[in-house]
T-cell receptor
């Protein structure tokens, strides 16, 4: 079967750094993506890792270790507007199908 | 670019009625996905198309659900007859390299 595991909730304070982990078990692997979703909104794309290592985009970075079936999203200099749900997602071997984790709800406190 | 367009944005209907959700993908994207999101079940992939051809409909919950993609710029998801447990937000997404979600249709079946 295919499954992705990520923490259900994370709480952090404004200005801090937070890491959201994702482990996956899939029949194939094409890449790991991260999406952000605010309440009442649609998921929006944040980052994509096809190869091992760190990808940096502004305050957000994403890491992948294919040998460990593990990745994380790192959010720096947290702002109140970062309060949202964050989903990791895996594309299968064929690259067609994207499966989403259950999401991590991030609460940023003042 | 207008992004992925979905209509209607909100739909309230009574049990037993037919519901049709519509999606216009981003021009040039060759893959289209229908997802359903609920608090209990998270973001579920219902069906996806590649080059207008249904590739995997294993996520479609039952025969009451059907989806079509008659051309590269239009897709529908139909529920007939609808039931209260179908109440959810339905997202359409399209992808070339990156997957982009539409704003969603919030369906309420009374």
């Amino acid at each position: 079967g295919q499954s992705l595991e990520q923490p259900s909730e994370v709480t952090a304070v404004e200005g801090a750094i937070v890491q959201i982990n994702c482990t996956y078990q899939t029949s194939g692997f094409y890449g790991l993506s991260w999406y952000q979703q605010h309440d009442g909104g649609a998921p929006t794309f944040l980052s994509y890792n096809a190869l091992d290592g760190l990808e940096e985009t502004g305050r957000f970075s994403s890491f992948l270790s294919r040998s460990d079936s593990y990745g994380y999203l790192l959010l720096q200099e947290l702002q109140m507007k970062d309060s949202a749900s964050y989903f990791c997602a895996v594309r299968d071997t064929g690259g067609f199908k994207t499966i989403f984790g259950a999401g991590t709800r991030l609460f940023v406190k003042a | 670019d207008a992004g992925v367009i979905q209509s209607p944005r909100h739909e309230v209907t009574e049990m037993g009625q037919e519901v049709t959700l519509r999606c216009k993908p981003i021009s040039g994207h060759n893959s289209l996905f229908w997802y359903r999101q609920t608090m209990m079940r998270g973001l579920e992939l219902l069906i996806y198309f590649n080059n207008n051809v249904p590739i995997d409909d294993s996520g479609m919950p039952e025969d009451r659900f059907s989806a079509k993609m008659p051309n590269a710029s239009f897709s529908t998801l139909k529920i007939q007859p609808s039931e209260p447990r179908d109440s959810a937000v339905y997202f359409c997404a399209s992808r070339s390299d990156t997957q982009y979600f539409g704003p969603g249709t919030r369906l309420t079946v009374l």
